[in-house]
């Protein structure tokens, strides 16, 4: 059974940084490619990043481009999330999520086979 857990959610003021992991059970880690996804109060849940099983390509909504940066580590099978410039319009609870199914547009339509339950991030103005 595949399990992601996140971590490294918190307060930060605006402008600041924070760094998400989510650490994932299973074997077959290097072979899904990765996502995050964010759900801030009353608003539908939205892509926020992806990335293919080999790290080669990355993907960013609008929104984060040029502020945010996914990575992974397969040896440690962990993805990350670099945040920085964070804005208030950052606070969300972020979610993982991964596809058994090898699919990158499966993660980036939210479609993915499995999803972590959330780190909270609260930025402050």
């Known amino acids: 059974q595949v399990q992601l857990v996140e971590s490294g959610g918190g307060l930060v003021q605006a402008g600041g940084s924070l760094r998400l992991s989510c650490a994932v059970s299973?074997?077959?880690?290097?072979?899904?490619?990765m996502g995050w996804f964010r759900q801030a109060p009353g608003k539908e849940r939205e892509f926020v990043a992806a990335?293919?099983?080999?790290?080669?390509?990355?993907y960013y909504a609008d929104s984060v481009k040029g502020r945010f940066t996914i990575s992974r580590d397969n040896a440690k099978s962990t993805v990350y999330l670099q945040m920085t410039s964070l804005k208030p319009e950052d606070t969300a609870v972020y979610y993982c999520?991964?596809?058994?199914?090898?699919?990158?547009?499966?993660?980036?339509?939210?479609?993915?086979?499995?999803w972590g339950q959330g780190t909270q991030v609260t930025v402050s103005s």
């Open positions: 999520t991964a596809d058994g199914g090898g699919s990158t547009g499966r993660v980036r339509r939210g479609e993915s086979d499995y």
């Open positions: 299973g074997r077959t880690f290097s072979t899904y490619p």
């Open positions: 990335i293919t099983w080999s790290g080669a390509s990355v």
